[in-house]
């Protein structure tokens, strides 16, 4: 009798679920998916698959929206989300839904509300007290770090020079904790003198654990994922950032009180932080608490550290395989800059053309952060005359706007660093390694100037050679790398590679 009640119980809540979501649902049949859709979790199953990764489901959807307009659908659990790979239909959500999914909430117990994923009443002021802090000037005077620290790992590498395959990530990430430290914070982490460094190996293992949480919607609700084995885990990796960055900002916060108070005249000479910036913006205006102070610096640190990781790895591996272009960017760099023994100067890096064109090249076959999600609330009409309903998410899904056929051609996959010099978009959103839109990162400029940064060390101390050198055959070195996703998208081997030393005058 029991189960008989609880089957009609069942039958009454999903009746009036469809009755309540009977415009969602409908919109889903204007957006087939052809895979099954599993009872309670949907499509969910597909990122969960036993010898697939997320990131193949996501290249999966990106494939399926090619056939269909650039468009199609998925449910996630009960949540139906709109795939999105086409820059017109981006562009149109980007601009006009501006509040992040609730999916993003997961990495809320570290950042709070950090403005990346903060609600738009908090996003919107906060962005304007945080832009002027990425100004040209303040950037410009962060390449003499950027620099120091990637001479530091340009003297590491020498280690495993001429020796077995390596992963470059290990060093390019210790190489962005220490930078973004010292730009964010003023602090010298000292991560590449130290790769089990207790803030990094907390940051490697908070943003491993959102991934597996990420895709895995029974694991959302707080309430459920508190029970999990790793709980205790997570949750001592949460606290490490969060007393780290606490300890700075009181650090800070007292130095810049007691200039103040002391009438020290400021020294126009030094090179303010982000975090000082923030701080005496903060003091004349009365806008950041130490709390959001936080919040904010460890958006910095953790979009910061792992996409310029990201991005500078998967280059090096690309100029792996194509020692052609590694060439030619090599030459480029020994014109501009003069040989090793010649530091990179802010001046140099606008003149780096050919180097630019092949990071953005890089960017576009493998952006670190692969999808981004947005929350409809209002109904939106897309271009193709589709009206997107509220209630339902998007997720832009950034790997398949970059490699969409009818936007790139049909080379659209193969890596050609030329098509960001001999021709233009063919629409703004057609390439958003770095978000889109009024919500875009703030940050572009900063991970772009440091990414220039560390490959044109390494490649002019350095010639980066395959792991393996039948990477070098044509066919291999036009095949997609391997990826995996853990937050951003990273290489499945942790970008293996091999490194051959340059003579000091190997110039042009």
């Given amino acids: 009798m029991l189960w008989q009640i609880c089957l009609v119980l069942l039958a009454v809540y999903y009746c009036m679920w ?116 990425f100004g040209q000037k303040t950037l410009n005077n962060f390449v003499k770090i950027f620099y120091k620290q990637s001479a530091i790992l340009a003297d590491q590498l020498q280690s495993v020079a001429g020796k077995e395959k390596f992963s470059i990530f290990s060093y390019v990430t210790t190489y962005s904790m220490d930078a973004i430290c010292e730009t964010t914070m003023g602090v010298n982490v000292n ?167 092949v990071v953005r090249e890089s960017l576009r076959l493998y952006p670190p952060v692969p999808v981004i999600v947005r929350k409809i609330e209002t109904p939106t009409t897309l271009p193709s005359g589709l009206t997107l309903v509220p209630g339902v998410g998007v997720a832009i899904n950034i790997w398949g706007i970059h490699r969409n056929p009818d936007i790139w051609g049909p080379d659209a996959n193969e890596f050609k660093p030329e098509r960001f010099i001999e021709s233009t978009l063919k629409h703004p959103a057609a390439f958003m390694p770095f978000s889109y839109g009024p919500r875009n990162c703030l940050g572009y400029q900063y991970a772009m100037m440091s990414m220039k940064t560390v490959i044109a060390t390494v490649i002019r101390n350095y010639r980066i050679l395959p792991a393996e050198d039948q990477e070098l055959n044509s066919c291999a070195s036009k095949a997609n790398l391997e990826v995996k996703f853990e937050i951003m998208m990273k290489h499945v081997n942790n970008f293996q590679i091999r490194l051959e030393k340059r003579s000091i005058n190997e110039c042009i």
């Fill in 191 to 357: 991560a590449q003198g130290n790769i089990n460094h207790p803030v990094l190996k907390a940051f490697n293992g908070f943003c491993q654990m959102s991934a597996a949480r990420f895709v895995c919607p029974w694991l959302h609700p707080p309430s459920v994922y508190k029970y999990m084995p790793n709980y205790s885990t997570y949750v001592k990796h949460c606290q490490l950032l969060k007393n780290f960055v606490d300890k700075i900002i009181k650090t800070k916060g007292q130095e810049i009180n007691n200039d103040w108070n002391n009438n020290v005249e400021p020294d126009d000479k030094k090179t303010k932080t982000f975090l000082e910036l923030l701080i005496e913006s903060s003091r004349e205006n009365n806008v950041y608490t130490d709390l959001e102070l936080r919040e904010e610096t460890l958006v910095m640190v953790l979009a910061g550290t792992d996409t310029s990781a990201v991005g500078a790895s998967f280059t090096m591996l690309l100029l792996a395989r194509h020692p052609d272009i590694q060439e030619k960017v090599f030459q480029e760099i020994a014109h501009v800059c003069g040989n090793s023994e010649h530091p990179i100067e802010t001046d140099h890096l606008p003149s780096l053309k050919y180097l630019d064109a």
């Fill in 18 to 133: 469809r009755w309540k979501n009977r415009d969602i649902i409908k919109l889903s049949k204007q957006l087939p998916f052809p895979y099954t859709c599993l009872p309670f979790i949907g499509h969910a199953w597909l990122f969960i698959r036993r010898g697939k990764d997320p990131i193949d489901t996501f290249r999966l959807l990106a494939d399926e929206a090619h056939k269909r307009n650039g468009i199609t659908s998925f449910w996630f659990g009960n949540y139906l989300y709109v795939n999105v790979a086409d820059p017109y239909a981006a562009d149109k959500v980007m601009k006009t839904s501006l509040e992040k999914d609730e999916v993003m909430d997961l990495v809320r117990p570290l950042i709070g509300n950090g403005s990346i994923f903060a609600p738009v009443t908090i996003w919107r002021p906060r962005r304007k007290v945080l832009a002027p802090t």
